[in-house]
């Protein structure tokens, strides 16, 4: 009997453990906002997180809505803030820019379609103001004027300077430098990536990479610096790993380098969660109400989020966009604990270890927009809070199950010689 050679085996073996598709588990979520008059009706692109530097508890969730505008809810699910100068289809948050004379805050980047640019506002952390949205120099222009964006992510690159990858409305994948300039921002194209239509976005500098999600297509990987060329790597095909579709990404960060990358699958009302290491496959999540009632449905925008959130979410918090809500004849977003999702999965999902840590400065030590890690300059593989990154947790290795696979072949082939 002819037998396969070791290399076929394992790519065999690989692709099933990678592409297995398990029934998806079902998560209970612990609130939901109630969007006013203005906000919802099916419009709503995207969301971001800003962590509340030193009330954690009073954080702020900030929703893209592609008809009205930009609206900050508390985690209670109330609507505190609403933007309408302009449309919006993404929105995400970076922590610590400049503004002038040595103070820093939180800045927040709208992608507007109207206004036919991004558009840069700051978070007001004063209690009075709580966590409320300002425009960052109202009277200038919108940067990169012109251009439509469909997907925008805010992140911190190596060097420390401060960098956002936009997706291109009619395709195509653009990466910028910040610079803080008079009390306002400039942005700095220094690469363009010729991509399909860019449906999600997430950068994890631990591996110093950026993943997209590119519509008909699947997840692709690139190099997240400015010099990395623009070749990239199809890490997951849509069909494989049970994904249908490829929506928003978000990145849940147990450690410095430990965690998941969670893939959207709209069509299947799905979200799918790799190894952060090794990309291969855990497995996939549904969120429903206690009872199955009110699923999450066609989702367009979530966010993972590892820290405690005051008594509310003291185990972090995943936060993913409902485009068919019974509960508010419209579209919302639904808030779970990241420890409900974490203990959905046998064996569980890792959960962060909690600990305190603000900035002072309008921000966290990670980002929250699309999950994404600010590393300490001093230490870029590092939390950020002085620790090497590691951690104490498990999760399930794809990459092991393989191996075990190839080794259970290799004695029945001896067995059969024999």
Request: aromatic share 6%; glycine share 16%.
């Amino acid at each position: 009997m002819r037998r396969a050679p070791l290399s076929a085996l394992t790519a065999i073996l690989v692709s099933t453990a990678t592409g297995a598709q398990t029934p998806p588990v079902s998560a209970p979520y612990q609130s939901q906002t109630q969007p006013g008059a203005r906000s919802g009706g099916g419009t709503v692109d995207d969301v971001a997180l800003w962590v509340n530097p030193t009330n954690p508890g009073a954080s702020r969730l900030f929703t893209s809505d592609r008809n009205n505008g930009l609206f900050a809810y508390s985690l209670d699910g109330t609507e505190v803030q609403g933007i309408t100068e302009g449309t919006s289809t993404s929105v995400d948050v970076v922590y610590g820019f400049p503004v002038g004379d040595g103070v820093t805050q939180a800045l927040v980047l709208s992608a507007n379609p109207t206004l036919s640019g991004l558009v840069p506002y700051v978070v007001d952390s004063t209690p009075d103001a709580g966590g409320g949205l300002t425009r960052l120099a109202p009277t200038a222009a919108p940067l990169d004027v012109g251009v439509s964006y469909g997907t925008v992510r805010l992140t911190r690159g190596a060097d420390g300077t401060f960098q956002a990858f936009g997706g291109l409305a009619g395709g195509g994948l653009r990466q910028f430098v910040l610079t803080p300039t008079d009390g306002g921002v400039t942005a700095t194209p220094v690469r363009d990536i010729n991509t399909g239509l860019v449906t999600g976005i997430v950068v994890d500098p631990s591996q110093r990479a950026v993943y997209v999600g590119q519509q008909g297509q699947g997840l692709y990987r690139y190099g997240v610096d400015a010099d990395a060329g623009t070749e990239g790597q199809r890490v997951v095909p849509l069909g494989d790993a049970g994904l249908t579709s490829v929506g928003r990404l978000t990145l849940y960060e147990s450690s410095g380098a430990d965690g998941y990358l969670v893939v959207s699958d709209p069509n299947a009302n799905t979200f799918v969660v790799f190894d952060r290491r090794t990309l291969g496959r855990v497995g996939s999540f549904q969120l429903a109400q206690d009872g199955g009632t009110d699923d999450v449905e066609q989702s367009r925008g979530m966010v993972a989020y590892p820290g405690a959130l005051g008594a509310g979410f003291p185990e972090g918090l995943f936060v993913a966009h409902d485009g068919q809500s019974s509960s508010t004849l419209g579209d919302n977003l639904k808030l779970a604990s990241w420890g409900s999702v974490a203990r959905a999965f046998t064996p569980p999902l890792a959960i962060a270890q909690q600990t305190d840590g603000g900035t002072g400065d309008g921000g966290t030590v990670r980002d929250a927009g699309g999950g994404v890690f600010i590393p300490d300059p001093g230490n870029p593989g590092g939390n950020g809070d002085g620790s090497d990154g590691g951690c104490g947790c498990s999760s399930t290795s794809v990459p092991a199950a393989a191996m075990l696979g190839l080794l259970a072949m290799a004695l029945w082939g001896r067995r059969r010689r024999s």
